[in-house]
């Protein structure tokens, strides 16, 4: 079982930037995929980015690409989205998630049906 935490949301203004962080319990965090999702109200959960094990993999979707980078700190157990030229539309509860490495690798990586634990998701708000 991976317990995972998010921490780093907050309101900010649009045009602004925050880091998100996920600090998982196991101690071999580096087999696991990890991603980013977000959820607005009345919406379903969206991927936003995820990265293989060893970090040498990423994507975004592509409502991100050139403002969101994950990155991660095995040593750490910790994985990062930092977010850049934030709009309203980014506003959500942010999640973090964990696949099982028995599972092998992700068909897309951002559906939400690969990973198997999730954190307590932290609030992003963007507006003026």
């Known amino acids: 079982q991976v317990q995972l935490v998010e921490s780093g949301g907050g309101l900010v203004q649009p045009g602004g930037s925050l880091r998100l962080s996920c600090v998982a319990s196991?101690?071999?965090?580096?087999?696991?995929?990890i991603a980013w999702f977000r959820q607005a109200p009345g919406k379903e959960r969206e991927g936003v980015a995820y990265i293989s094990s060893s970090g040498g993999s990423t994507d975004y979707a592509d409502y991100v690409k050139g403002r969101f980078t994950i990155s991660r700190d095995n040593a750490k157990r910790t994985v990062y989205l930092q977010m850049n030229s934030l709009k309203p539309e980014d506003t959500a509860v942010y999640y973090c998630a964990a696949r099982e490495p028995y599972r092998g690798l992700p068909r897309t990586g951002l559906n939400k049906h690969e990973y198997d634990y999730w954190g307590q998701g932290t609030q992003v708000t963007a507006s003026s």
């Open positions: 196991s101690v071999i965090m580096d087999t696991y995929y």
